[in-house]
T-cell receptor, first 113, second 115 residues
Framework: DQQVKQNSPSLSVQEGRISILNCDYT??????FLWYKKYPAEGPTFLIS?????DKNEDGRFTVFLNKSAKHLSLHIVPSQPGDSAVYFC????????????FGEGTQLTVNP | ETGVTQTPRHLVMGMTNKKSLKCEQH?????MYWYKQSAKKPLELMFV???????ENNSVPSRFSPECPNSSHLFLHLHTLQPEDSALYLC??????????????FGPGTRLTVT
């Protein structure tokens, strides 16, 4: 039973436009959510996070939105740049699970010049 | 060296071989993790160590044997693996396993192929 799902395996956008990556979760005990970015031949790197007490967190070009009632979060990248091309993983954790992170399958983002 | 390093980066081994993966973190963290990433699947947590003590074994087969001699080093000893064990093995660290230290820092991974 996969508790964190990224239903789009890939996304392609034009440089300068907005990229929207989506993530759904099923476990209502999750209260902290993270996005990681992974380039080929490198490990995932932390990008941005959000606590369930918020519905939005912004860091430069990256904004994460959380809709708790829908158990859905999204990552917006605007404007998108070719260097943003990578695999993006959504991850979730809850107070009862400590440091255990449950990851989604990842979405390959390609930003075309 | 900074961050989290892993060696080797690539490994090809036969099913009867014994090999070890090494992870080292230079971040002063107290928790370390092993993950497995198979093609088209989410990262799967394998083991968690906190202050050198194993705190989680996610039902991993005994052909995978972790070792954590200190908070900076983590090993994964491999023996009699199966072809389906071929995957990217990622090491990560975090300040601890408690509290809100959820931001884990990953190494580049070891690409393992079992023939």
């Amino acid at each position: 039973d996969q508790q964190v799902k990224q239903n789009s395996p890939s996304l392609s956008v034009q440089e300068g436009r907005i990229s929207i990556l989506n993530c759904d979760y099923t476990n209502s005990m999750f209260d902290y959510f993270l996005w990681y970015k992974k380039y080929p031949a490198e490990g995932p790197t932390f990008l941005i996070s959000i606590s369930s007490i918020k519905d939005k967190n912004e860091d430069g070009r990256f904004t994460v939105f959380l809709n708790k009632s829908a158990k859905h979060l999204s990552l917006h990248i605007v404007p998108s740049q070719p260097g943003d091309s990578a695999v993006y993983f959504c991850a979730a954790s809850g107070e009862t699970s400590g440091s255990r992170l449950t990851f989604g399958e990842g979405t390959q983002l390609t930003v075309n010049p | 060296e900074t961050g989290v390093t892993q060696t080797p980066r690539h490994l090809v081994m036969g099913m009867t071989n014994k090999k070890s993966l090494k992870c080292e973190q230079h971040l002063g963290h107290n928790a370390m993790y092993w993950y497995k990433q198979s093609a088209k699947k989410p990262l799967e947590l394998m083991f968690v160590y906190n202050f050198k003590e194993q705190t989680e074994n996610n039902s991993v087969p005994s052909r995978f044997s972790p070792e954590c001699p200190n908070s900076s080093h983590l090993f994964l000893h491999l023996h009699t693996l199966q072809p389906e064990d071929s995957a990217l093995y990622l090491c990560a660290s975090s300040p601890s396993t408690g509290g809100r230290s959820y931001e884990q820092y990953f190494g580049p991974g070891t690409r393992l192929t079992v023939t």
